[in-house]
């Protein structure tokens, strides 16, 4: 089993920038399809972005698209998560997870995950 765990989140101002990482530990995570996902209060946990285990095939949910950039160090067991342009909406948890399907995008479809890490975004 893969232990995952992100660090990152923060507080910023609209229009700024975080950068957020997930490390694996346990096993690498090279053969793992990433993606990392965001829960807010009151709302379901919803897709952000995904990228296959090379980093040569990424996805985007259509909110983040533009604005957001995932990315991978397979030598470093760590998933990246580049925001720029940050709303007021970018508000939430955001979770890291490991899975095996190339084209998952729903949280049933992983089958480990982080902890979270608090993303606030002042307007």
């Known amino acids: 089993q893969v232990q995952l765990v992100e660090s990152g989140g923060g507080l910023v101002q609209a229009g700024g920038s975080l950068r957020l990482s997930c490390t694996a530990s346990?096993?690498?995570?090279?053969?793992?399809?990433m993606a990392w996902f965001r829960q807010a209060p009151g709302k379901e946990r919803e897709f952000v972005a995904r990228i296959n285990q090379s980093g040569s095939n990424t996805f985007y949910a259509d909110s983040v698209k533009g604005r957001f950039t995932i990315s991978r160090d397979n030598a470093k067991n760590t998933v990246y998560l580049q925001m720029n342009s940050l709303k007021p909406e970018d508000t939430a948890v955001y979770y890291c997870?490991?899975?095996?399907?190339?084209?998952?995008?729903?949280?049933?479809?992983?089958?480990?995950w982080g902890q979270g890490t608090q993303v606030t975004v002042s307007s």
């Open positions: 997870a490991g899975g095996s399907w190339v084209w998952a995008y729903s949280p049933p479809d992983f089958g480990s």
């Open positions: 346990g096993r690498p995570s090279s053969n793992l399809v």
